[in-house]
């Protein structure tokens, strides 16, 4: 989808950017051009974030200069960007929940009638304009808390085009949402393409970076590194340039050994969530979950550990019959669940990184009643130099770290409870691509020393690359088991949009 | 050089300074500093032994309950009801000993029940049925004033022939100190001491820090909750009784407004409406704070109506200028 218009709709030029101890953006300059969708890529801290803060008004750039749409720009606040026509699409959603879609959309600009009534009818007109358009599957009437984050996600670019912007800056779009909803998402951003907006499109995501953009900037400790046609390199040589050194084997290598099985689970059932759940766990094996959202696979594993109550359950923990009723039980049993969802489930944002590594086992550091500090930051060390996770002070607060190095802290959290059955949802969500390598070779490592692994993925290239078998959920029960050679990406689909039982059904 | 080794040395300090600036602690302890030269200079009677053992005297109560709203605000809860728990506690001290001719302790430990029920039923509310502290309190703070008019049908009672060992709790001294001092001290070092260190009281932390995080971290979020709203009434309660012994004198209006006054000074000592942050230290220099600055204006023979408005205005400056010097560093 080449564009022969050459027209450049941003420039970047030697924009500069330091903060207190770090130079954060060093000189960095590229080139945006009419109907291009742009990505930036690089890891976590390399940047990405000040510089499209700067572009979007939020930050001023030490040095350097913008020009936007032939003209030089100087943005001191969003609303300034906004208003010259650079939308933003964050990666946390901004919408107000409990609002209708109209209102969401329009918000701050509801369309009136002469006095300060809000014309309604014109509202719903306007909102429907952009719902057609992009075949939306809901009305503007509905609620938004009540649709899913994809459809939320459709709501924000909707809201960034109905301020009829030029340039939509769009920061890991399909971090949360399925496969099926990022191919309705990239079709509406080729429709934006069509109408000759640029987009800026920030991903971790190779696969979509390929699919989807025209050029791609690579960004590294803040200098800029290069600026590419896609359709000119592999996504091997924009990793490298991004990590500034080779990842070989993204993967580690499957299991070397399975042996007896660890956890049995049988009928495992709640009304209207799933049903007919039973799968068992081997030693030395990682167990992968895949399935759409809403397929049920976080509700599945929050109920067997205890943390969300359900119909019924038979679990077998190493042969044995185990409740499983409370959370704590289940962690003191060393069955632990890792939630996707670090910064407002799994964090103490504003505590300190050994106080987060203690939180899930305070047994581990008292000493009588008290804790012991030396015990804390001896237990904090270790899973520290464990994990490699890069920190300034066991005493730093977790909102100030990266969010590969945030998902370590996460991971350590739970090792420091000594777990026997680890189930990770979404492990490397979010998090750049060395920190992302090092999980999926600590899962691994831990499997072989004989921890059951499951892992929930949303991502069939990690579920692909890292498990040794992989179950297969729809909507509430699992439609299929695949492991060697048959885990592949056609087989996994089919299985979880359920095209084989409903293709049986239909010969019945 | 000389100036070079000078410099280095302010740095130095300044450094020092600005560490120990970081602990609201040490911010409230230098207004209180501060506000006591100014008030010995301004006036003679204020250093008297006299004049700072009745002040303490006056705040022990409030004291006392601010180590509960503490622990209630470090979960990001709130509790309205203190006020009116004391209330109730002092009344049903006077109302059975006036009325029914109960033995002294027996009402005491009738008093302290009374006030665990109350503070079991905001945390059932709050912990199980999961109702926002907010509401729940706020219908305790009128339920709990209630059953005290009701108890003394409006009018105080005044109470007679009192056991000198329940007068002593309020009215006697330990070496020179005022019991009712004594045992408030106490209870601050012992609160403090556990806050910061016993392993289970981290789980308060937690839980304030962030609710979801700590549910899926095997913490027992209802048990932390129920804990809290328990402690805090019953330590309500604990002041009400020892507020009895202190007047002799149990009226149904006891405590009026105290829950406000709590809370304006555990946050200018430093705890967040938002959870996760507070020490009884701070909460306790927030209260001698406000208590000094109104005990100076009493000195000084400003009329009391002036109170209010001077520590509301306190409470809004020092918070402010908490905020601002934050978000300095931050940018």
Same mark, same amino acid.
């Given at each position: ?84 026509? /650079? ?89 949360? /949402? ?252 979010? /998090? ?77 | ?26 911010? #409230? ?73 109960? $033995? ?45 008019? #009701? ?68 913490? $027992? ?6 804990? #809290? ?18 007047? $002799?004198?149990?009226?149904? $209006? ?78």
């Amino acid at each position: 989808m080449n564009n022969d218009n050459n027209e450049v709709m941003l420039k970047v030029e030697n924009i500069t950017k330091r903060f207190p101890g770090t130079l954060a953006l060093n000189e960095v300059s590229f080139e945006v051009k009419r109907g291009e969708v742009h990505a930036v890529v690089g890891e976590n801290g390399a940047g990405k974030s000040t510089l499209m803060n700067i572009i979007s008004g939020l930050l001023e750039p030490d040095e350097g200069r913008i020009v936007f749409m032939g003209g030089e720009v100087r943005f001191l606040n969003p609303r300034e960007a906004q208003d010259a026509g /650079i939308g933003f699409v964050h990666q946390e959603l901004s919408l107000c929940p409990h609002l209708k879609v109209s209102e969401n959309i329009f918000m701050g600009r509801l369309p009136h009638l002469k006095n300060t009534f809000v014309n309604r009818k014109r509202l719903k007109e306007m909102t429907d304009y952009f719902l057609e358009k992009f075949q939306a599957d809901f009305a503007a009437d509905d609620v938004v808390k009540n649709l899913t984050v994809a459809q939320q996600q459709i709501i924000e670019i909707a809201k960034a085009l109905a301020l009829d912007c030029k340039l939509l800056i769009l920061d890991e779009p399909t971090s949360s /949402i399925t496969e099926n909803e990022t191919k309705v998402l990239f079709g509406i951003i080729n429709e934006i393409k069509r109408q000759g907006m640029s987009i800026l499109y920030i991903s971790h995501r190779m696969e979509e970076i390929f699919q989807v953009c025209d050029s791609v900037t690579v960004i590294r400790d803040g200098c800029l590194i290069n600026t590419l046609r896609t359709a000119g390199v592999t996504s091997d040589q924009v990793v490298r340039m991004m990590v500034g050194r080779n990842i070989e084997n993204m993967y580690p290598p499957k299991s070397s050994g399975i042996s007896d099985v660890i956890l049995k689970v049988e009928g495992l059932k709640s009304k209207d969530v799933f049903k007919d759940i039973s799968f068992s766990l081997r030693k030395g094996e990682i167990l992968g979950f895949y399935g759409l959202v809403g397929a049920g696979r976080t509700e599945v594993m929050r109920a067997l550990c205890g943390i969300d109550p359900c119909d019924n359950k038979v679990i077998e923990f190493r042969g044995d019959r185990v409740e499983n009723n409370a959370y704590r039980r289940s962690i003191d049993r060393g069955i632990v669940y890792i939630t996707e969802d670090r910064k407002s489930q799994g964090l103490f944002l504003k505590m300190s990184v050994e106080n987060n590594i203690s939180a899930a086992m305070i047994e581990n550091i008292r000493t009588d009643f008290r804790i012991d500090r030396d015990k804390e930051s001896a237990l904090c060390g270790r899973y520290v130099g464990e994990l490699g996770i890069k920190i300034a002070s066991e005493k730093q607060k977790v909102d100030s770290l990266s969010g590969g190095n945030q998902q370590k802290v996460m991971i350590g959290k739970w090792l420091a409870t000594y777990p026997k059955v680890l189930i990770m949802d979404e492990p490397t969500r979010g /998090i750049d691509v060395g920190s992302k390598s090092e999980i999926h070779k600590m899962l691994r490592k831990l499997s072989e020393e004989g921890v059951g692994v499951i892992v929930i993925s949303s991502e069939l290239p990690e579920i692909i690359g890292l498990a040794d078998r992989v179950i297969v959920m729809h909507e509430g029960t699992i439609t299929g088991e695949l492991s060697g050679d048959d885990i592949k990406e056609e087989n996994i689909i089919i299985y979880a949009s359920n095209f084989k039982t409903s293709s049986r059904a239909a010969n019945e | 050089m000389d100036e070079n080794v000078s410099t280095s040395v302010r740095q130095r300090s300044s450094q020092l300074l600005r560490r120990i600036f970081a602990f609201r602690e040490a911010s #409230v302890l230098v207004s209180i500093i501060a506000v006591m030269l100014i008030l010995s200079i301004l006036s003679p009677y204020f250093m008297t032994k006299a004049n700072l053992t009745t002040t303490a005297l006056g705040f022990a109560a409030d004291g006392i309950i601010a180590i509960g709203m503490t622990i209630v605000l470090i979960i990001g809860g709130i509790d309205l009801g203190v006020g009116s728990v004391m209330a109730l506690s002092m009344v049903t001290v006077g109302g059975l000993t006036t009325i029914y001719h109960l $033995n002294i302790w027996l009402a005491v430990v009738t008093a302290v029940a009374l006030s665990l029920l109350c503070g079991l039923f905001n945390g059932f509310l709050i912990g199980r049925v999961k109702l926002t502290p907010l509401i729940a309190t706020l219908g305790m703070m009128s339920m709990a004033r209630g059953g005290a008019y #009701v108890i003394t049908k409006g009018s105080p009672f005044s109470m007679s022939g009192v056991p000198p060992a329940f007068r002593f709790l309020g009215s006697g001294s330990i070496f020179g100190i005022p019991t009712f001092v004594v045992i408030f001290i106490v209870m601050i070092i012992i609160a403090d001491y556990l806050l910061r260190r016993s392993a289970p009281l981290r789980n308060l932390y937690y839980t304030g820090s962030n609710e979801k995080a700590a549910e899926l971290s095997g913490i $027992n979020v209802a048990r932390v909750k129920l804990f #809290v709203y328990v402690t805090c009434a019953l330590l309500s309660g604990i002041a009400g009784i020892l507020t009895v012994s202190r007047f $002799n004198v149990t009226a149904p $209006n006891s405590g009026m407004g105290s829950e406000l006054r709590v809370i304006s000074a555990c946050v200018i000592g430093g705890a967040s409406l938002t959870g996760g942050e507070g020490t009884v230290l701070g909460s306790i220099l927030g209260i001698i704070l406000l208590n000094f600055i109104n005990n100076g204006l009493v000195l000084m023979r400003v009329s009391v109506y002036w109170q209010d408005l001077v520590s509301g205005a306190i409470l809004i400056a020092v918070v402010t200028l908490d905020l601002v010097s934050h978000r300095k560093k931050a940018s």
